[in-house]
């Protein structure tokens, strides 16, 4: 079933004025930029990706397209990291897993944010859909969503997922900071585990602010500076507490990986950024544990999981626990 709710245009991302179009590429006039459409997806990146210049990520995301061709899912994500060097054979294997167990997981969030609101009044934003998990389960739900991520190469798997095949969702490479959309065109933004990615989060969350019409809502899951366990991305313990010019010298030090492309916020600074993007009903809480994350922990969600979902519950130990807890839900309303 498909949603009627129609795609809004882009706009320029840099200035915001109006696009001319062919199938090719959108130029702006005034900023004396073209955006090229890419493998049938518009490219408004204004910086890269920071792990890929963006000529090796086009050129990647093409040579991905060829070899991918006749392969499902599963055989495209392998085949990315056959051609992404330095990555171990069992480490490629888990995150293969992960992107195929990935379209469950964000049908949990979508269960756990009430996104059971099919045929919304304006469309959905996703800032940072990578492989399309999220954009998938919505379109089983028939909520039209727009998927926007950094890495063309990405985008390009995602529509090997059946659900995105039929082009029922929209694919745009575009950075979170500099979105190619008007003012006021999307009913909810949402987004996991993107914001510790981003190089500014606080515009990433001004720009939400932005797109959302009236009332709108946003729902983000993101990893905590403060938490109390070791840095996910690095498994490094402490990073977030270091100041942040240190934090890379540190990572190396502790484990020879480097930490330029990480920057997660504590949940006092995913407040501020909320409130001065002009957000409402703000809300962060240490994230509900979904059945997914259960699985993922097994043993030790068995232990601690019926702690923690109880801690969430008690306003005083709740507040305590955002504050240390390894993942943050954060929630909000424009006015
Ligand atoms: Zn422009």
Redesign the pocket.
């Known amino acids: 079933m498909r949603a009627t709710t129609s795609f809004p245009a882009f706009v320029?991302p840099?200035?915001?004025?109006p696009l001319s179009s062919t199938p090719d590429a959108y130029a702006?006039a005034?900023?004396a930029?073209t955006y090229p459409v890419i493998l049938g997806i518009p490219d408004f990146r204004v910086e890269p990706d920071p792990w890929i210049s963006l000529e090796d990520d086009r050129a990647k995301a093409i040579r991905l397209h060829d070899a991918t061709t006749a392969l499902d899912m599963a055989g495209s994500v392998d085949a990315y990291w056959a051609m992404t060097p330095g990555t171990p054979p069992a480490q490629a294997r888990r995150f293969t897993e992960y992107v195929l167990e990935g379209e469950q997981r964000a049908a949990e969030f979508l269960d756990a944010i009430g996104a059971d609101d099919a045929a919304p009044a304006a469309p959905w934003l996703e800032i940072g859909c990578a492989s399309g998990d999220l954009l998938a389960a919505a379109a089983d739900r028939a909520i039209p969503v727009v998927g926007v991520d950094v890495a063309l190469r990405w985008l390009v798997i995602a529509r090997h997922r059946p659900a995105l095949a039929t082009g029922a969702q929209r694919l745009v490479c575009a950075n979170g900071e500099h979105l190619p959309f008007a003012d006021g065109v999307f009913a909810r933004v949402v987004s996991l585990g993107t914001l510790e990615h981003c190089r500014r989060a606080e515009t990433v969350l001004s720009e939400s602010a932005r797109v959302l019409r009236d009332g709108g809502a946003v729902n983000m899951r993101t990893t905590n500076r403060y938490s109390l366990l070791p840095e996910p991305h690095v498994h490094v313990w402490g990073v977030g507490f270091l100041p942040r010019r240190w934090a890379d010298a540190y990572v190396r030090w502790r484990s020879g990986q480097r930490y330029l492309h990480h920057r997660p916020l504590s949940r006092g600074e995913l407040a501020v950024a909320l409130r001065r993007a002009g957000f409402t009903q703000i809300r962060v809480d240490a994230a509900r544990l979904l059945p997914g994350d259960r699985r993922r922990l097994g043993r030790l969600a068995a232990i601690l999981g019926p702690l923690y979902t109880l801690a969430r519950t008690i306003p005083v130990v709740a507040s305590l626990l955002s504050r240390i807890a390894p993942l943050l839900d954060l929630s909000s309303r424009t006015p």
């Open positions: 320029c840099r200035c915001r004025g702006c005034p900023c930029v």
